[in-house]
């Protein structure tokens, strides 16, 4: 015979939802040795509990091959790594890490959907909208045709850069307006009140020819010649290119004539001449009227006075020029020799500038 321990140990309780606060409901119990069934009303509602902990942020970590390798990469998971998730290939099942193991979904991975169809999208109007707002983006139109509009939040203005470099000089407010010419000098125009590109008043230079050799590739002095009875003999050209402002040469150099016999009463000259062998006079080397060979030292001469106003020996600004070597035999009629060892002669252009009240002017040449 069983005992009622005996039948309680069998039995199943469940509960049995009659409706809450329904009357005449009555709770039965019965029990077999095979079944034991107590029959439980369903009570009201209670408080809502304490809100749970928040969702870890999902961080997808891609596929893994199988259970085992996943079991094998929790060994090394922890509560920080909670919300990582992989997809198993062996089984399609997303297993998401919730700190302290995982959660399965089985199946979440399915087969390839159909494709598409195709879309084009046209960027259309592009709007600035205030800092700190949202970027906003709205799309328009019917498939395939859609128009994609942005409104974009301007940035918040940035800190001061580094002073930059000195600009241009031109670009200053009290510089003149019109063409510049790189090598000019800043000079003070007093009439407009403001500074003005001016061609630099230094020299210019220098340019030389010396014995053979001339510094643009042309010819240089003349071989030596013996016993000249020609009362002028020209001897060398010095070509210089054409400058950017009048200009007078300043001229250097020598040349070595002795006489044919040992007379004191004949002198050669070393002249260079502007233009020709007959042209302007601008530089002088005096010979020696001793019985012996003499380096007439050549410097600047025009025979006549000069000012700074003045036209003797100037050269036009974009004009090129030749100065010619001339021997001049200017005292007796004996014969000469002239040598072309250690001939030079050597020329800077003098810028000739017109004078300019309250002018200032730099001591270098800029780039402007």
């Excluded at 942005?150 to 930059?164: A, W």
């Excluded at 019109?178 to 220098?206: C, F, I, M, N, Q």
Aim: charged content about 15%; aromatic content about 8%.
């Amino acid at each position: 015979m069983s005992t009622i321990s005996e039948y309680f140990d069998s039995a199943q309780v469940r509960g049995i939802d009659e409706g809450i606060g329904r009357p005449g409901v009555v709770q039965s119990m019965h029990a077999t040795p095979a079944d034991g069934t107590l029959e439980l009303m369903t009570g009201p509602a209670g408080p809502v509990g304490p809100a749970g902990d928040p969702c870890r942020p999902f961080r997808w970590e891609g596929d893994i091959a199988d259970p085992a390798a996943l079991a094998s990469l929790a060994a090394r998971l922890g509560p920080a790594q909670a919300g990582k998730a992989w997809r198993v290939l062996s089984n399609d099942a997303l297993m998401y890490w919730n700190g302290t193991g995982f959660d399965s979904f089985a199946e979440a991975f399915g087969a390839i959907g159909p494709m598409g169809d195709p879309c084009d999208i046209t960027l259309g109007v592009v709007e600035t909208g205030e800092p700190g707002t949202p970027l906003q983006a709205t799309v328009s139109g019917a498939a395939p045709n859609l128009t994609l509009n942005l409104t974009v939040p301007r940035g918040i203005k940035g800190q001061p850069g580094e002073p930059g470099g000195p600009g241009p000089l031109r670009n200053a407010p009290d510089y003149a307006d019109g063409s510049h010419v790189d090598g000019a000098v800043p000079t003070w125009d007093a009439v407009v009140e403001k500074w003005v590109p001016t061609p630099y008043p230094g020299l210019r230079g220098p340019w030389s020819v010396y014995e053979a050799e001339s510094w643009d590739g042309s010819a240089g002095f003349a071989s030596s010649v013996s016993s000249i009875s020609s009362a002028t003999y020209a001897v060398a050209t010095l070509n210089i290119p054409a400058q950017d402002t009048d200009w007078r040469p300043l001229v250097t150099g020598g040349v070595f004539t002795r006489p044919l016999n040992t007379s004191f009463d004949h002198r050669v000259d070393t002249e260079v001449r502007l233009g020709s062998a007959s042209g302007q006079l601008v530089g002088l080397g005096t010979g020696a009227t001793a019985g012996a060979g003499a380096y007439s030292r050549i410097q600047s001469f025009f025979g006549t006075t000069v000012a700074p106003d003045s036209a003797i020996g100037v050269v036009p600004a974009g004009e090129p020029a030749q100065l010619h070597v001339v021997l001049s035999r200017n005292l007796g009629t004996a014969n000469y020799h002239y040598a072309r060892g250690s001939a030079q002669l050597l020329c800077w252009a003098q810028p000739v500038l017109a004078p300019a009240p309250e002018a200032v002017q730099s001591l270098a040449p800029m780039e402007l």
